[in-house]
């Protein structure tokens, strides 16, 4: 199957570590990535981490790979209010071709409490 | 420009209506792709475009119509749709070795 599932919800305080976890289902995925989607608008890429890595640190990103239980993991440092989203992980299986689909998350709304 | 630019922001469209969602991208991406959104769920893939040809498409219904003009246009054409064809469209291009995709931010589609 494809199905790739987060937690609904997490509610966190201003200054705090933020947690948001992943678990996919298609090892073949060469890349995982973490996309940031605030009201209204698009989706950002925050960052992403190549298959044979198990830890990639950017800023006050950390993500954290567990290939054998197929988890992900995305930790926001000093969580601010702006912050405040939806946070979607995506796979992309490798179907052998060129283009690559991403299959994505349920998402995992992020509220940042001052 | 590091931007996929999609037009209109917002439309409202009957069900009789033929109207044409657009995507522009110059960051020279050979991939572009459009995905619904429906309220608080994650994105669907539609179709995907590869060097400008047709390579996936998700059993997507005949009334969404989508169209490559170029390496950096993408346009969707929407004709006789549903209320539940409300959402937000999202277009999105990739280099081929996916390195993420950069999105859109949306047309946000209301069929009355």
């Known amino acids: 199957g494809e199905d790739v599932e987060q937690s609904l919800f997490l509610s966190v305080r201003e200054g705090d570590s933020s947690v948001i976890n992943c678990t996919y289902t298609?090892?073949?995925?060469?890349?995982l990535y973490w996309y940031k989607q605030e009201p209204g608008a698009g989706l950002q890429l925050l960052t992403y981490i190549f298959s044979n890595m198990d830890m990639k640190q950017d800023q006050r990103l950390t993500v954290l790979l567990n290939k054998k239980d197929k988890h992900l993991s995305l930790r926001i440092a000093d969580t601010q209010t702006g912050d405040s989203a939806i946070y979607f992980c995506?796979?992309?299986?490798?179907?052998?071709?060129?283009?690559?689909?991403?299959?994505f998350g349920t998402g995992t709304l992020l509220a940042v409490q001052p | 420009d590091t931007e996929v630019t999609q037009t209109p922001k917002h439309l409202v469209m009957g069900m009789t209506n033929k109207k044409s969602l657009k995507c522009e991208q110059h960051m020279g991406h050979r991939a572009m792709y459009w995905y619904k959104q429906k309220a608080k769920k994650p994105p669907e893939l539609m179709f995907v475009?590869?060097?400008?040809?047709?390579?996936i498409n998700e059993s997507v219904p005949s009334r969404f119509s989508p169209e490559c003009p170029n390496s950096s246009l993408l346009n969707l054409h929407l004709h006789a749709l549903q209320p539940e064809d409300s959402a937000l469209y999202l277009c999105a291009s990739s280099q081929e070795t996916a390195r993420g995709y950069t999105f859109g931010s949306g047309t946000r589609l209301t069929v009355v």
């Open positions: 475009y590869s060097y400008e040809k047709l390579s």
């Open positions: 298609d090892s073949s995925s060469t890349y």
């Open positions: 995506a796979e992309s299986p490798n179907y052998g071709g060129a283009t690559n689909k991403l299959i």
